[in-house]
Each structure stands twice: as C-alpha cells, then as structure tokens.
C-alpha cells in the first residue's frame, strides 16, 4: 500500500472507516498474477492486459499476465483451482470457457464448481457476415438465395461447438435451410474462406469482423442480439429480423476458485469494477471491439453462467452436437 494511504488509514477516526481501509489491505499486499487460457495476442489476451494494466494502478501492485492456453481452459483453470485461495491468483476468461467448451470437450475442471466468477468487465456479440461480393443485400433475401441454392451453400464456424456454431445450426433451423457446417480451427482461417466466397456465410464475433465490415471486406446480414450494438450501429438485429433465438454474446471477466474466501470475492469485485469503469479503459476496450457490460453482482453473475450453461447443454443435444475426444 503507498506510503500516504497507509498514513490515512492509520488516522482514521472512526471503527468503520478503519475496518474499510483494513478489508481493502487484504487484497492489495501482494502482487496478482492474471492467468490467460488462451495465447498472447489474441483477442482475450488484449482485453486481460488493459484490464491489468489499469487494476495494477488502482491496486498500487504489479498484475502480472500469464498465458496458459490449451486443453479447453483446462491447463489455466487446473492453474487456478491450485493456488492459494487468497486472491492473489486469478484467471481473465471469456466466459465460453465455462458455458460452452465443457459440452464438447472433456475437461478436467468442473466450471460450475471448481470456479466463481468475480466480476464481467466487458462483452463481445456476434454478427452474420456474408462477402460482400454474394448478392443478396438483405437477410431476407439471403434466405431465398439459399432455398433456390439448396444443397449448395455452407456456413463456417471457428470451432464445434461454439457459439458460432451453435447460431449457424438455429439460423438454419429457424430458416428453413440445409446449409453445411463447415468448421476451422479459429475466426481468421473461417473468414478468410467467407471473404473469398468459398462459404457463405459466418456468425463471427463483432471483434474480429468489425474492422473488415467498415473497410467493405465482409457485410454484414444481422447483430445475433435483441439490440443493436453500437459498435455496428447501422446493422439490424436478427431478432428485429424475425429470429429471436439468434441471441449469442460472451462475457470477458475475472474467476476465481471456488475456495476464495466470499469477502474477498466482494473486496474483488468492488476493484475490478473500478478499474472497467475507467474512463481510459473503455476507450481502449471499443477500440479493441468490446462493449461495455452493466455491473452483476458475483451472485448474478454466477446465475447468468448457469444459465447459459443450460442453453448450450440444450443446444448441443437438440442439434446431436458430439464430444470431442
């Protein structure tokens, strides 16, 4: 703690004040390490560093970025699940990690008990994007191109069992369409095919399509949201376009173990809001192609995981969606 707080806390006058300043002390006389469960660079990655870089000033300590990549989450969570459980070792993860990956993948934590999570600090939503060299213009007339191309068009996802995949498979349902999946080991390979024309069409994350749409690399059929995203303003929602079900967006937050301490979960979270909340921290974060996300509670936050959870668990067995070795 610097010298001049440490100096305020100890003329404090009053029980309450001093106990504030002592619970605050708790989680901030250490350094923190952020564990990353995917590669540097990435666009988690990004986000985990401006988050980082702004909480070590507002802690006053240095928040150290660790990439574990691999196994699903698995190798950063395992991580996670066996560090001290004082705080001081946490993981920045998008919250597909939890929700989605476990339905698909065998992995060797539990995301609904072996984690919690402190706080969401940013989302990223999805968009249906097309070349902009296919002609229909329009959602709608898109599908009509599809049903007299029956048989003869695919969708592309960066990976089963994602949520890219999980919108294509409604979309085609809701639709009435038979396009193929065709999946990649990632966005950029998957767009590089769509943009090409070789598949049709791909529900990306606005992160990683927003950038080829405002430079008319890619067009954009629809936001996978109830509203649109002020990132891509000018893009109807597909639920505005008569598909409701296409709602898919992730949460980027911290995690804990489970076996933190929930007064130190609450110190936690009362910090990590701080700092998304800044005003340079936002900025940073739409330039990196986020949106800001209304503060949850740890407990709502831990009910918005379950339930999605449930969703995917839905969705992978309505749509025979198998697990990967």
């Not at 706080?119 to 329009?138: F, I, R």
Request: aromatic share 6%.
């Amino acid at each position: 703690m610097p010298t001049r707080r440490r100096f305020w806390c100890a003329t404090l006058g009053t029980p309450l004040l001093a106990l504030s300043c002592s619970l605050a002390h708790a989680w901030t006389d250490k350094p923190v390490t952020m564990l990353v469960p995917a590669p540097a660079g990435g666009s988690m990655d990004v986000m985990a560093r401006i988050l980082a870089d702004q909480l070590s000033q507002e802690l006053g300590k240095a928040v150290v970025v660790d990439n574990k990549p691999g196994a699903g989450g698995a190798i950063a969570a395992n991580a996670l699940k066996s560090a001290a459980a004082d705080g001081q070792t946490v993981m920045f993860t998008a919250n597909n990690i939890l929700t989605e990956i476990p339905h698909v993948m065998r992995t060797s934590f539990k995301p609904l008990s072996d984690v919690k999570p402190v706080a969401a600090v940013a989302k990223t939503g999805m968009v249906m994007v097309a070349a902009p060299t296919l002609e229909p213009k329009t959602l709608k007339g898109f599908i009509s191109y599809a049903k007299t191309h029956a048989g003869q068009l695919s969708f592309a996802s960066y990976s089963s069992g994602t949520s890219s995949h999980y919108a294509g498979m409604i979309f085609n349902q809701k639709a009435g369409l038979d396009l193929q999946h065709i999946p990649f080991a990632g966005s950029p390979p998957a767009l590089s095919q769509v943009m090409g024309g070789q598949i049709a069409i791909m529900f990306d994350g606005i992160v990683t399509s927003r950038a080829m749409i405002t430079a008319g690399k890619l067009q954009a059929y629809g936001v996978a949201s109830k509203t649109r995203s002020p990132l891509l303003p000018d893009v109807p929602t597909l639920s505005e376009q008569g598909f409701a079900d296409l709602n898919f967006s992730n949460w980027l937050g911290v995690v804990v173990a489970s076996s933190v301490p929930a007064d130190t979960v609450e110190r936690m979270h009362a910090t990590l809001t701080k700092a998304a909340t800044a005003a340079k921290v936002r900025e940073r974060m739409q330039q990196a192609g986020y949106e800001p996300v209304p503060s949850q509670t740890p407990k709502e936050l831990g009910q918005s995981l379950q339930q999605d959870y449930e969703r995917n668990a839905a969705i992978v067995k309505a749509f025979h969606i198998q697990l990967n070795p």
